[in-house]
């Protein structure tokens, strides 16, 4: 068996497979199908400041290789999560991070702050793909000065492993990357959902009911594993790549291309148990290609 340990800032994965925001729920929803403690870490839901109800309905729709969704980071708020969720999820034995998101700096900044009282949650991954209300809506993660503006606001506040996780929407994501580095985030995780969008042509209108929606699953993966590279390149602190793995060899290819970590999240919808079954395959491939440790093939390309 090859040591999978890997570290991120001073957060100790067990091995590199993380589950990824909005498509694991809490974690405990997957309980009777996957041994928690055995995952590396678990981000759950997208949490805000106050409460969300999400956009209407339909907001999910399957696409070739893929899927839509515009659920609308619906949540009950992050002083619901503390006082009813945390409880059930404090002493899972793996690293339970939180997903953050928020409408402006300050409110990043203050559900960010709630958050590192509690002993139970090692890190928090704050999702910069958020529309900012005084800037017409336009994504904080699509411009070094949005995303910067929310990592220089919540590294104020939070004192513990931040990762940041990136928008795949820009033209130059490496830069973005380097923002959130100078700024004092620890780690970046990459990608969120690629803008698209599908039409019912029958009925001649979109599918969603807000038009316009974010897709996940295989059919991202090679602009994923572009971007995961280019990222590795460009920054110092480690990379956390996703998008579009379900299989041993899809994460491999992550690793390679420079992450040191990684998330599953869509395929976690066709296979519950995808994420031991990426972890077993991971080993295996490791034992079979004479690799004692998961490092000798983090960022390996010649
Ligand atoms: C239904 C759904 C909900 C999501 N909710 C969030 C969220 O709350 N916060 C976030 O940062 N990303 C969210 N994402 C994005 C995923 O975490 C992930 O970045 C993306 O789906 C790409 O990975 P995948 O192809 O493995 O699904 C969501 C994705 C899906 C499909």
Redesign the pocket.
């Known amino acids: 068996m090859a040591d999978l340990n890997v570290k991120i800032n001073n957060l100790h994965l067990k091995n590199p497979v993380m589950t990824?925001?909005?498509?694991f729920g809490y974690g405990l929803e997957f309980a009777d199908f996957v041994p928690l403690n055995e995952i590396g870490g678990i981000i759950v839901?997208?949490t805000t400041l106050k409460a969300r109800e999400g956009n209407d309905y339909p907001r999910?729709v399957e696409t070739p290789q893929g899927?839509l969704?515009c659920?609308g980071?619906q949540n009950k708020g992050v002083d619901y999560f503390i006082e009813h969720i945390y409880p059930e999820i404090k002493d899972i034995d793996t690293n339970m991070i939180v997903?953050v998101?928020g409408n402006s700096p300050e409110s990043y900044a203050e559900t960010a702050e709630k958050l590192d009282a509690l002993d139970g949650i090692p890190a928090i991954?704050v999702?910069i793909?958020c529309p900012n209300v005084k800037e017409g809506g336009m994504s904080f993660g699509v411009t070094c000065s949005g995303a910067s503006s929310i990592v220089k606001a919540v590294r104020q506040h939070y004192h513990k492993t931040m990762i940041v996780?990136l928008s795949p929407n820009v033209t130059d994501i490496a830069s973005i990357a380097r923002a959130c580095e100078d700024e004092g985030a620890d780690s970046v995780s990459l990608?969120?959902?690629l803008m698209g969008m599908a039409i019912d042509i029958e009925h001649r209108r979109p599918k969603l009911s807000i038009r316009t929606g974010?897709l996940?699953?295989p059919a991202?993966k090679p602009v994923a594993v572009r971007m995961v590279n280019d990222v590795a390149k460009a920054v110092k602190i480690p990379v956390i790549g996703?998008?579009?793995?379900s299989t041993a060899e899809d994460a491999i290819e992550f690793l390679m291309a420079g992450a040191t970590a990684i998330?599953?999240?869509?395929?976690n919808f066709l296979d519950p148990q995808v994420t031991i079954k990426v972890r077993d395959g991971i080993n295996e491939w490791l034992d079979s290609h004479g690799c004692k440790s998961i490092y000798e093939i983090i960022n390996c390309l010649s």
Not at 20 to 23: D, P, W
Not at 242 to 245: A, K
């Open positions: 990824a925001s909005g498509t839901k997208g999910m899927m969704n659920v980071l997903n998101s991954e999702n793909s996780k990608i969120n959902t974010g996940s699953g991202v996703l998008g579009g793995i998330q599953i999240g869509t395929a």
